[in-house]
């Protein structure tokens, strides 16, 4: 869909470049027009200079003299369109996309030797704004959804504390609460950029297991001084009520420091793929620690050494150890468009639009070049910036017609700058699968056509 | 729902106020079970010292010794549910609420005389944080939901400009953007508070017709400077492509200042019944002006007169004038949990949780009062508190069994501070009809049940 919307795109714009002129060009001033940064970075406040003029222009306010088939008469007015000439459909009690907008799904990468196996991906190319809406949230299961009655559901705090407790949502619910803007990456996102050759998929299908939700539920700071945690206790075991139980450690220091048990995502209750009733939210660490279908909390003075923690996520370096319980998601940033499988209709200013976000706390700025990285800009960063949240930013780009790549590099309020990509593969060598966050450059070539290279 | 939901919980904490104690009660200290107000205000921390212990205490870790139908086993682990027997259920392209949140939908008000005339109402007393989920934004519609094919939609710009403009989609996508989240409500929202009676229903069902999004858009600034507006333009007049081509006026001072067009609504595209594929977003200003399915702006020196802001959106003032162009919201706030329909299971400390929210701006503070306004104290504000967005609040209250009226207050950084009912409608008449935003109070009896008195 991304790509076909953008091929759309292309004729309306190029209808916009016939000798038929838009708007009178009122000239932009020169200041405005001089780039900012190498390959035509320019200051976005191009826009309101009339740096782009895509509308069709009505001469002289007759739009039937302007020969436009999508205008009825000499008043100018549009025409009456169909749905214009009947009533609409009637109300519903609970809304849905328009069937236009169908194609933007997420796309599913299921293993069909395990049933509910897989990952799908949020189409972040087709989002616009930090939210992702919950029913393109991205998913990563290991045995299906399980499809919970919350009235049957518990919840269990036990092992190292005084007092083990267990919680119906229902009581849950009566707990005071607090409510964050929050990203979600899993930590095996983007690991086609450790492959050898530039994978070419659209930007969703290749980045997409991260997306921002607003979570609201009850600190675990309140549930786990309840249970009275013995002061060996060192680390919390989190069990989800999958099929396959899964499991995983946190440090209790995290966990008592901002985790919270969320019951509501984006105003309403979970989502059954996003762990309806409960799921532990970890802040700014990766995905696997954000248990869905929350069941269990066994507090320990060890990690429980599962799954999640020895066979996957770990990685071997070039000094020959492992790397292991790398929680947190390092900061990270991505063009959104242009991105791979887009085109550029024809040489003209375009906006770059991309998400950036960081697991350690705040952007605290976004730079992009256009040049392959040899010279940079600061992107606008859209308020509010929050920490542990998708940034939007946007800047100005004027494409000349000669192949270009852009490229994006985030950098968060620790000082910590998204890593190029050699830097990061000379870090971690050529083992990696998780935690891939360096700088993805993106290649327009002179026909307009998008495509992913290292570079 | 929300009231089969809230006595569902009684049964929950009925139990937990069996013979069998929760956890050792560590005591509260002194200070913190300390009223900050009357009727019972606490400071809000008191949650942290276990001012609320609704969790089952499980003996000594032995689940099964402490006779808990729920849990299986010596170990003290919960029994294992059958959903955790068997695969879970298979990927899905688009999410959508667990069948067991069906319940949580919106309530339609249809005009059975007039096809797609009516309002839907947000169930604001279901939902947690600031968001509403897509699916339950309120709606007000005149002539139903119109099934607008994107390719076909143009926006015409035209009036008083010096060059008339169409755009199609495909071409407003590529100018630049910007997000904010906002809330939207209804100008006739709340308009059961002008009766001589409370109203008893639902929170949603009577303050409803508001809810909160982030929208991003195109601003309006940037299309009107490429129209190149003329200079003695004073109003715009927007109209809808729906089947009575609604419109309305609004200055145009606002309309540059801050209102954009709209084609994302909380990360994807508007939903059809939110004005797919474009809407006018006029931040803080009552619904109507932000015109659903926009298809024209007609640049003017004179408001329309439209229906809508003559035969309706007007109201008689005690002094015998009539207010009109009534435009922004004022500060306004609802207790959302304790509200209308719910029950309290006993004497017990509760956290009472609201919204508020200003069309002028930050919402500055909320006061919350447990004995109808006599003494107030503030409550805790969700961060980021964000400029005419709805801002969730909270604060603890120890409800000790008697009678006792509840309430919040709003105020904005503009100073203004949300009036009391009486001095509301001394200033409005008994002619009022919208722009309701008078402080609810809610009645809690010696049974625990809630209802809407005027107080």
């Not at 190292?160 to 990203?183: N, W």
């Not at 249970?227 to 009520?241: L, Q, R």
């Not at 990766?286 to 770990?314: F, I, S």
């Not at 939007?392 to 998204?418: C, E, M």
Request: charged letters at 20%; glycine letters at 10%.
């Amino acid at each position: 869909m991304a790509i076909d919307k953008q091929r759309q795109s292309t004729t309306a714009i190029a209808r916009n470049a016939d000798p038929a002129p838009a708007a009178n060009p009122v000239p932009v001033s020169i200041d405005d027009m001089q780039p900012v940064a190498g390959g035509g970075i320019l200051h976005r406040r191009v826009f309101l200079r009339r740096g782009l003029a895509l509308a069709t222009a009505l001469a002289g306010g007759s739009a039937a003299a302007a020969g436009q088939a999508d205008v009825n008469d000499a008043s100018g007015l549009p025409a009456i369109p169909p749905w214009m000439r009947t009533p609409g459909q009637p109300f519903t009690p609970y809304g849905h996309p328009s069937p236009h907008e169908k194609p933007v799904a997420r796309r599913i990468g299921a293993n069909r030797l395990v049933p509910g196996n897989g990952v799908s991906w949020t189409p972040l190319e087709d989002l616009g704004g930090m939210l992702t809406p919950s029913g393109l949230h991205f998913e990563r299961h290991h045995n299906g959804v399980p499809q919970i009655d919350p009235e049957q559901h518990r919840l269990l705090i036990h092992g190292l504390v005084a007092q083990p407790l267990t919680f119906a949502i229902d009581d849950l619910v009566r707990y005071p609460m607090q409510s964050r803007l929050l990203f979600l990456e899993c930590g095996g996102n983007s690991n086609a950029g450790w492959h050898q050759e530039p994978i070419q998929r659209p930007l969703g299908s290749f980045h997409g297991l991260v997306s921002c939700s607003e979570w609201t539920g009850v600190p675990l700071a309140i549930l786990l001084e309840q249970a009275d945690v013995d002061p060996k206790a060192s680390w919390i075991i989190a069990e989800g009520a999958d099929a396959i139980a899964m499991n995983i450690s946190i440090p209790l220091a995290k966990v008592v420091d901002d985790c919270f048990v969320a019951i509501y995502q984006n105003g309403e209750k979970l989502r059954p793929e996003n762990g309806y009733p409960l799921r532990l939210i970890v802040p700014g660490w990766e995905g696997v620690l954000n248990v869905k279908w929350l069941r269990r909390l066994q507090v320990t003075d060890r990690p429980v050494m599962a799954r999640n923690e020895t066979g996957k996520y770990t990685e071997l370096l070039p000094s020959g150890k492992a790397r292991q319980f790398t929680f947190v998601i390092d900061a990270k940033s991505l063009i959104t468009s242009p991105s791979h499988g887009q085109l550029l209709p024809a040489p003209d200013v375009y906006e770059i639009r991309g998400l950036a976000w960081s697991g350690r706390g705040r952007i605290k700025k976004v730079d992009v070049s256009a040049d392959s990285g040899k010279t940079w800009a600061e992107a606008d960063l859209q308020e509010p910036v929050l920490s542990r949240c998708f940034t939007r930013f946007r800047s100005a780009w004027k494409w000349d017609g000669h192949p270009a790549i852009l490229k994006s590099r985030a950098a968060d309020d620790t000082g910590y700058v998204q890593p190029e990509r050699n830097a990061l593969v000379a870090e971690r060598g050529r083992h990696g699968y998780f935690h891939y966050n360096a700088i993805v450059a993106w290649e327009v070539d002179e026909d307009g056509v998008v495509s992913h290279v290292y570079a």
